[in-house]
């Protein structure tokens, strides 16, 4: 059975950690942000994935656009198939991607839907749509993805009409209190998001499951704490006492609101000359230095400095890493990618990743330039380098 992915901001950060996870066969892009996967819905480890706002089962696929030819599919559809939905209230919602359709048509659509399910004598409330697409918000408030819920997504893919019901959403109370509700943050070194670390750890992982991820620049812990919430051994080093004093707390304060009992190691390293002690099934997941958080244009010196100071460490710890690491190790790390003059300055040391023992890994649904996170007028973005040791 397939599924269907609604990707985040940056599709491409989804698609590399789908094609990470489930191998590029699997994986079918879809114009405009979205996905179909050979794999149930069921199948898919929805809470780890940072990347995918929304996942769906593939119930049709109707060859047609017409909004008018889907509606005569959908008004007979629903009426046979909400006599297995249990007895209650049934609510629903639409959401449309790429079709021709204004919030007016799918109002009457609902409305179309609510009577003629009502003709069974079930009750039906229509969840409205302010736009097209039924915000997360609202899907997880008039619980869309219960079993008495039904989000109905229509994405356009070519000539054809996918037809999907959610099964599941980002949990978006979850992801505000591990960023924002930690007891120890510390916006001078950088805050790294929590679905962006899912993401790292996810493309460190491969198709595998790894039961430790090393996170050698651990600062105030967030993908320590993203790893244990996957399940996985947390081990992180840092060269600030204080980073490290941080990250001990912060996973103490995970470890206790979400009653996690993983192994956890955290001390104090530096990343260009530390010797950490590797189990087998390690994977590294880390965001590297970045350098300046530069909130206006560099000067050409200052964007030097930057990238050189950057530079420097990055390379001695690409070098201390590979003389520890196994054959096939894999890592991930968020590196800086500088965006000035309409230009991404990459860090120097990638172009001798090989000198140093590593390989890219390259993936089928992207290319390296599209793995950079990155918001509009921010000058420091996060290249996600995803390597192998040789």
């Not at 893919?157 to 999907?164: L, Q, W």
Request: some cysteine; hydrophobic content about 40%.
């Amino acid at each position: 059975m397939q599924s269907i992915a609604i990707l985040g901001r940056q599709p491409a950060l989804g698609l590399a950690e789908l094609e990470s996870l489930f191998g590029a066969e699997k994986i079918h892009p879809l114009h405009g942000g979205g996905a179909l996967l050979d794999i149930s819905a069921g199948a898919v480890p929805f809470a780890r994935l940072g990347g995918v706002i929304k996942l769906g089962t593939v119930l049709t696929i109707l060859d047609t656009t017409d909004w008018f030819e889907i509606e005569k599919f959908l008004l007979p559809a629903c009426k046979e198939h909400s006599q297995y939905v249990p007895e209650g209230k049934l609510t629903i919602g639409l959401s449309v991607y790429g079709l021709r359709v204004s919030t007016k048509m799918l109002e009457r659509t609902s409305l179309s839907i609510k009577k003629t399910i009502k003709t069974t004598g079930r009750p039906v409330r229509i969840v409205p749509n302010k736009t097209l697409e039924i915000s997360t918000p609202q899907i997880l408030h008039n619980k869309l993805t219960h079993e008495n819920g039904w989000e109905l997504v229509f994405y356009r893919d070519g000539s054809k009409t996918i037809v999907a019901r959610t099964n599941f959403v980002q949990d978006i109370e979850s992801y505000t209190a591990r960023d924002q509700a930690r007891p120890m943050r510390d916006s001078r070194v950088g805050m790294l998001p929590p679905k962006l670390a899912q993401i790292i750890i996810n493309l460190a992982s491969s198709n595998t499951s790894p039961e430790t991820v090393l996170d050698p620049f651990c600062g105030t812990g967030v993908v320590l704490q993203e790893a244990s919430l996957m399940g996985m051994n947390a081990y992180g080093t840092d060269i600030e006492p204080r980073m490290v004093d941080y990250s001990i707390a912060n996973l103490k304060w995970i470890r206790e609101k979400w009653r996690i009992d993983n192994y956890v190691r955290i001390e104090v390293g530096d990343a260009t000359n530390h010797q950490w002690k590797f189990e087998e099934g390690t994977v590294v997941a880390c965001e590297g230095y970045l350098g300046l958080p530069f909130a206006h244009l560099p000067s050409d010196k200052q964007l030097q400095e930057s990238v050189q100071a950057s530079n420097t460490v990055m390379k001695a710890f690409l070098k201390n890493l590979s003389t520890q690491a196994g054959s096939g190790l894999r890592a991930a790390i968020a590196m800086p990618a500088w965006h000035v003059n309409k230009k991404i300055i990459h860090l120097p040391c990638l172009a001798q990743i090989e000198a140093f023992g590593w390989q890219r890994v390259n993936f089928k649904h992207v290319n390296f330039d599209d793995l950079i996170y990155h918001r509009e007028d921010q000058i420091v973005g996060r290249e996600l380098v995803v390597l192998e040791k040789i």
